[in-house]
């Protein structure tokens, strides 16, 4: 399993934009990269996932470079709601017959939004 | 459609007794999967299983800890003689059958949190 890299811990104010880039330089071909969201006393919850390019959903965009190496999750417009621990996993789809079913979690990145 | 349930949300048992822990999935899926989670850590993979099946238990204890998906009813995720070090919080989730598209994401509950005194 590709290991990831992201800040322990941002702080953004409210109506910002906020970026959170996870490295992967481990990441396999048949790797996707996925994030979830966790908030406190609360199970995660998938938010995005893409294999390369940009890919935008009604919650964030996630940009992936060519070299796949990195991916940079993006949240416009943050709210106080919007604080909670961001996770950056990497791994192979079931689906493929080669990956895993166990999610692999970091310790995640701890967003605070600030009023 | 409801999410995953699990219950109960908060449980206190004292060292040496047992814990059972429940999951319902989400309606239509019939995968189930176990994790754990520590206080300022990520969530770590116990078990994974489908009905009346145990697919990959790589990452149970290997004493103490047992998981069931019965035809009927939730999956159970059974602690005995727990001790202090048990304590934390255990998440199950849920997925469709593989093969049915999309990719494989997985839906959390909202965790039982296991206190042992």
């Known amino acids: 399993l590709a290991k990831t890299t992201q800040p322990i811990s941002m702080d953004s104010y409210e109506g910002q934009e906020v970026n959170i880039t996870c490295s992967h330089n481990?990441?396999?071909?048949?790797?996707?990269i996925t994030w979830y969201q966790q908030f406190p006393s609360q199970g995660p919850r998938f938010i995005i996932q893409?294999?390369?390019t940009k890919v935008t959903n009604e919650v964030a965009s996630l940009f992936i470079p060519a070299d796949r190496k990195s991916s940079t999750l993006s949240l416009p417009r943050v709210s106080l709601s919007d604080t909670a621990v961001y996770y950056c996993?990497?791994?192979?789809?079931?689906?493929?017959?080669?990956?895993?079913?166990?999610?692999?979690f970091g310790k995640g990145t701890k967003l605070s939004v600030i009023p | 459609n409801a999410g995953v349930m699990q219950n109960p949300r908060h449980l206190v048992r004292r060292r040496g007794q047992e814990a059972r822990l429940r999951c319902s999935p989400m309606k239509g899926h019939s995968h189930v999967y176990w994790y754990r989670q520590l206080p300022e850590e990520g969530l770590k993979f116990m078990v994974y299983l489908q009905k009346e099946n145990i697919i990959d238990e790589s990452g149970m204890p290997k004493e103490r800890f047992s998981a069931e998906f019965p035809k009927e009813g939730p999956s159970i995720l059974r602690i005995q003689q727990v001790v202090r070090g048990d304590s934390a919080a255990y998440f199950c989730?849920?997925?469709?059958?593989?093969?049915?598209?999309?990719?494989?994401?997985?839906?959390f509950g909202p965790g039982t949190r296991l206190t042992v005194l």
């Open positions: 893409g294999y390369k």
């Open positions: 481990n990441i396999a071909t048949n790797d996707y």
């Open positions: 989730a849920s997925s469709p059958p593989l093969g049915t598209g999309g990719v494989d994401t997985q839906y």
């Open positions: 996993l990497v791994g192979t789809s079931a689906y493929s017959g080669a990956g895993s079913y166990q999610l692999t």
